[in-house]
């Protein structure tokens, strides 16, 4: 499937698809793009009326007003569909050092196969055999298409060091000059070395998104069974070796300078057909964690109807769809508690609201409302 992306100036001009036809369920277009209509106001996130489109040198914004200012930027929002991520397009990591414009979720694909698997071992009663998840992995991928992970730039480091001191693959490591040759040895390690490489890549230590840390290193809090991401991981590995186009494994640079929770909202239900935005979490020098809560819930019951397809007939008629997808939502919302309080414990949250007339942002309370 094409993604449909379309820049935030298009996107205005286009108003939701607009100038198309019009889809049931989708956000009516606003007047300017009709054929023939009067102009009106982008309907975008700006400044307050009759404030300053810059903040004077030496002067501070309050953050409500700066984060107004970076969303209404060029690069700030890029349009798809939600069907994208059925497809060529893949669920990022709310992480905020990404640079390019993200539908965000805890840990990204990553994150939310291994919630998946959680949601489905707690309603089975059972742990899932590692085999048997590299199967279902490779499934997956070729049913969703790419597949996101993420490092970072301290993690690779770490991992480049452990790598060279590893009699298995120093050989292979002694000529590394930076991140960059340790990143394309991961996408592409001798056959002989991958046994190897797999279980530094598991390390704690090795894994630069926080959100999947945390699941290894508190497994009980996140409601994950232990070794549960090390099997995803492995098989995320073994398979992107064979069809490297398949994982899309991005290293953040920095460190977190996050300050802010952005939560973007669409005013209707997500369907396969609606335009959501895109959001950079790090736009000039500002950054934010992004979540997208109803494009997360559209790709959760596509997983739970593909999981519950993978089972023995037996276990498919005990286990549906319709209760995995609950059990999981929970137990996700647990999760993105959990990683929140870890990481982003101070800081304030805000909400993008997205609908047929624009978009408006809002502050919420510690509590998300």
């Known amino acids: 499937m094409t993604t449909r992306m379309i820049g935030l100036g298009a996107a205005i001009a286009l108003a939701l698809l607009g100038a198309c036809e019009h889809h049931p369920g989708s956000p009516p277009p606003p007047p ?23 903040t004077p040198a030496g002067v501070t914004a309050d953050p409500l007003t700066e984060l107004r200012a970076t969303l209404a930027r060029p690069d700030a929002l890029v349009w798809t569909q939600a069907a994208s991520l059925l497809g060529t397009n893949t669920e990022s990591c709310i992480d905020g050092r990404a640079e390019a414009p993200v539908l965000g979720t805890p840990g990204g694909d990553a994150g939310e196969l291994v919630l998946s698997l959680a949601a489905l071992e707690q309603l089975l009663g059972r742990p899932l055999d590692a085999g048997w998840i590299a199967t279902v992995f490779d499934r997956y991928v070729e049913a969703f ?6 490092t970072d730039r301290h993690a690779i480091e770490r991992l480049a060091d452990a790598l060279r001191a590893d009699p298995r693959t120093a050989g292979a490591a002694a000529s590394w000059r930076g991140p960059e040759d340790a990143r394309a040895f991961v996408r592409s390690p001798p ?15 090795h894994v630069g998104c926080g959100h999947l840390r945390l699941m290894i290193t508190e497994p009980a809090r996140y409601g994950v069974r232990p070794g549960l991401v090390a099997d995803v991981l492995r098989a995320a590995f073994h398979r992107a070796w064979r069809r490297p186009e398949l994982l899309e494994y991005a290293i953040l640079d920095g460190e977190h300078e996050e300050r802010g929770v952005l939560e973007v909202r669409i005013e209707h239900e997500v369907h396969a057909h609606t335009l959501v935005p895109m959001v950079a979490p790090h736009v000039g020098a500002r950054e934010v964690f992004v979540l997208h809560p109803q494009v997360t819930d559209f790709v959760r019951a596509e997983n739970a109807w593909f999981l519950v397809e993978q089972l023995a007939p037996t276990e ?3 286990v549906h769809a319709p209760a995995l997808r609950a059990r999981i939502a929970a137990l996700g919302a647990r999760q993105l508690a959990a990683t929140v309080a870890r990481l982003a414990p101070h800081l ?5 609201r997205v609908g047929a007339h624009g978009q408006r942002l809002e502050v919420l309370g510690a509590d998300g409302r």
């Open 145 to 150: 298409g790419r597949f996101y992970l993420h």
């Open 32 to 54: 300017e793009a009709l054929p023939g209509a009067a102009p009106e106001a982008p309907p975008v996130v700006a400044p307050p009326a009759g404030a300053p489109a810059d």
């Open 191 to 205: 056959l002989a070395m991958e046994g190897a490489l797999l279980e530094h890549l598991v390390a704690p230590a």
């Open 316 to 318: 498919a008629a005990r």
């Open 348 to 352: 304030p949250r805000y909400r993008l």
